[in-house]
């Protein structure tokens, strides 16, 4: 089953253009992760949040942890491109090793 | 230094059939998870291998099975293939004793069942 439920499902955005991205989860987490996925291959670790951290910085990437409402953004700033992919959030829950739960996904779609 | 490596690419297999699925881990990792995508779906967690054992396993039944050799090196296992088996099935590796750290993933395997 999945975890986690990003929103919106589908995202088509202008190069340039910032991009956000929203996770939701059900149970207590150690840390909740965000991947991107090209076509279909394979995943490429993006970010790390633990729990007791609230944003987190990466480049043009910014991801925000709210335990309290269980949920998580990510944010594309200045979209290019290359960046046209789905992304995922995955959580890893507490007590418990690496049994990484992902979600849904997020198809996003840059127009150059 | 090699990153995660999985064989074969694809696969074409029948109702019933077998099939085999190899995953080297990045150079330094202990741990291999594996993960079967559905196509326009997130992974979805098959089970984990640490010191040659199955130490966590998701909601798959027991026709997935897995392997873990000396060498780090894994299998993944599935017998009598349906239909429903079609997906990508993606290996993880990372260290066992960092716990909840980043997973580094394979290219994946592209698994059809005719």
């Known amino acids: 089953s999945q975890q986690g439920e990003e929103d919106p499902q589908a995202l088509s955005i202008q190069e340039g253009e910032n991009a956000t991205m929203n996770c939701s989860y059900k149970t207590s987490i150690n840390n909740l992760q965000w991947y991107r996925q090209n076509s279909g291959r394979g995943l490429v670790h993006l970010i790390l949040i633990r729990s007791n951290e609230r944003e987190k910085h990466s480049g043009r990437l910014r991801v925000t942890l709210d335990t309290s409402k269980k949920s998580s953004s990510l944010l594309i700033t200045a979209s290019r491109a290359a960046d046209t992919a789905s992304y995922f959030c995955?959580?890893?829950?507490?007590?418990?090793?690496?049994?990484?739960?992902f979600g849904t996904g997020t198809k996003l779609q840059v127009i150059p | 230094d090699a990153g995660v490596t999985q064989s074969p690419t694809h696969l074409i297999k029948t109702r019933g059939q077998q099939v085999t699925l190899r995953c080297s881990p990045k150079?330094?990792?202990?741990?291999v998870s594996w993960y079967q995508q559905a196509l326009g779906q997130g992974p979805q967690f098959i089970f984990q291998y640490y010191e040659e054992e199955e130490r966590q396993r998701g909601n798959f039944p027991d026709r997935f099975s897995g392997h873990q050799f000396p060498n780090y090196s894994s299998e993944l296992n599935v017998n009598a293939l349906l239909l429903g088996d079609s997906a990508l099935y993606l290996c993880?590796?990372?260290?066992?004793?960092?716990?909840?750290?980043?997973?580094?993933f394979g290219p994946g395997t592209r698994l059809t069942v005719l």
């Open positions: 993880a590796s990372s260290r066992y004793r960092e716990g909840h750290n980043e997973q580094f």
């Open positions: 150079s330094g990792h202990d741990t």
């Open positions: 995955a959580t890893a829950p507490s007590g418990g090793y690496q049994k990484v739960t």
